[in-house]
């Protein structure tokens, strides 16, 4: 599970390519988490992600949650069927 990260400029462009599950949050959390904060915005691409489960739900949204602290601006600047599916599931937009 490959985390496609770029730096330009002032942003960090993130791109996750294939499953955001169980059995790839972890290893995820690990490379990303670390680099919140590291610049002032992040463009965060979900249009590769081929499937996600409720693992992937709760890292996304940890992201989400743990940016703003980390003085990283999130953005969202595309979606895959599998988490748009998810997301509508649980009821939510991020």
């Known amino acids: 599970m490959p985390l496609l990260y770029e730096t330009q400029d002032d942003t960090a462009q993130v791109q996750i390519d294939g499953e955001l599950t169980i059995y790839t949050a972890a ?22 992600i081929t499937e996600m489960d409720g693992a992937g739900l709760q890292l996304l949204l940890m992201v989400q949650r743990e940016a703003p602290k980390a003085g990283t601006r999130l953005e969202i600047t595309g979606q895959s069927k599998a988490v748009t599916e998810t997301l509508a599931l649980c009821n939510l937009v991020v």
Do not use: H, K
């Open 27 to 48: 290893d995820l959390a690990a490379q990303w988490l670390p680099r919140l904060g590291a610049t002032p915005r992040m463009a965060l691409d979900l249009s590769q």
